[in-house]
């Protein structure tokens, strides 16, 4: 299929790669460059109120990134916070007429050049049996507390932190939270919300690494109790304070691990 908006011309793959009751999600491709992205279209007209509210989120917070970027340069040279790795990019936004009126966004990924690396969270249980190492589940959480602690400093409550909704790129350790449309906006996000924000991110985590959500336990071969404790903590509605937690986390990280580069690592659910 062919969309054409204004100059630009997007060549959309045939079935969609993911779908909700919502909307759906393709791979396209800018015709004139060849760079992909993924475009996430609204089911019907009556879907578009989500996709709208995803599209203002989306550039509010690459706005605000942009903009710590530029001031963090000035103290900081060479360094990058890279808060604009945590979610996708808005490429472009559009009603498409010859779709029914329905919303469509193109969504590019800050170092991605093909977001067919992209792989969701529970993909790796669900489709692959797999669970998270404890080593590989700390980058993980640790990219959603420092992007939580982003949102919600600017009035935003995520809301959807499931493992369908988290997209990852193992091998350059990227973590992203993809749909934005059911995120709430507030003048300041209240103490429950954050909480329950950061709670939802420890649950999705830990049940990624083989941790029984409804019981409480971690997977019984978890050998580090520290740190699934600290992870037990957050799910449990203890912390409302994203970036406080970021910071004690990678303190505890710091103790467990270090934080030397380690290549993204699945196991078996066996015992």
Request: charged share 25%; net charge positive.
């Amino acid at each position: 299929m062919i969309l054409d908006r204004g100059s630009v011309r997007y060549q959309v793959g045939g079935k969609p790669v993911a779908k909700t009751d919502s909307y759906r999600v393709y791979v396209c491709e800018d015709a004139a460059s060849g760079r992909r992205y993924l475009l996430q279209v609204a089911t019907s007209v009556a879907g578009n109120g989500g996709l709208d509210r995803a599209q203002f989120l989306l550039k509010k917070l690459g706005s605000t990134a942009e903009l710590f970027e530029q001031e963090n340069a000035l103290v900081n040279p060479g360094q990058l916070v890279s808060y604009d790795r945590l979610f996708p990019q808005l490429v472009d936004s559009f009603i498409a007429e010859d779709q029914g009126g329905r919303r469509i966004n193109i969504l590019g990924f800050t170092e991605v050049d093909d977001p067919a690396l992209l792989v969701p969270l529970s993909n790796l249980a669900v489709k692959d049996g797999l669970r998270v190492s404890l080593t590989s589940s700390a980058w993980v959480m640790g990219r959603l507390l420092k992007l939580l602690g982003f949102a919600h400093g600017e009035g935003i409550a995520v809301k959807a932190l499931g493992g369908g909704n988290i997209l990852l790129e193992p091998a350059q350790h990227f973590a992203l939270v993809f749909d934005w449309s059911s995120a709430t906006t507030y003048r300041e996000v209240p103490a429950k919300v954050r909480k329950d924000d950061i709670a939802s991110a420890a649950k999705t985590v830990l049940a990624s690494t083989g941790a029984n959500i409804e019981t409480g336990k971690s997977f019984p071969l978890d050998s580090e109790p520290r740190y699934t404790d600290f992870l037990w903590r957050l799910a449990r509605g203890r912390e409302a304070d994203a970036l406080r937690a970021h910071k004690r986390f990678y303190e505890l990280i710091d103790e467990l691990w270090g934080r030397e580069f380690r290549k993204f690592k699945t196991l078996p659910f066996q015992i």
